[in-house]
């Protein structure tokens, strides 16, 4: 991606290939000027202070839950419940694509 902040066709199928999504010669446009948008929106961020504002991992105040030693999870999938939607598996483990170049 280009460091001015205005993304190219090739930018645009970067980034639908790191997301393993297929895009029309037609549409590159359309998702060009919107991720430009989506991109200049967030940058808007930059103009907010945050001097006060604690540093955080997540905004919600969610927590993890624990069970006690020895409880039994009764809503914990099985091995086999959770890849049974699975698109491939292999010795019981889920296999994607590689993401990474």
Same mark, same amino acid.
């Given at each position: &991606? #280009? ?11 970067? *980034?639908?290939?790191? $997301?393993?999504?297929? *895009?029309?010669? $037609?549409? *590159?446009? &359309? ?7 989506t991109i200049n929106y967030v940058e808007n961020l930059d ?9 955080? %991992?997540h905004s919600t105040r969610l %927590? ?17 419940? $959770?890849?049974?939607? $699975?698109? #491939?598996?292999?010795? #019981? &483990? ?5 993401? &990474?170049?």
């Open positions: &991606m #280009s460091k001015t902040g205005d993304l190219t066709k090739k930018d645009v199928l970067h *980034i639908a290939k790191l $997301a393993n999504l297929q *895009i029309q010669d $037609a549409n *590159i446009e &359309m998702y060009r000027t919107q991720l430009e948008e103009e907010l202070d945050t001097t006060n504002v604690e540093p955080t %991992s %927590s993890n839950i624990y069970f006690e030693d020895g409880t039994k999870n009764s809503r914990q999938f099985t091995q086999k419940e $959770a890849l049974q939607n $699975a698109k #491939s598996t292999k010795k #019981s &483990m889920f296999v994607v694509k590689r993401i &990474m170049e």
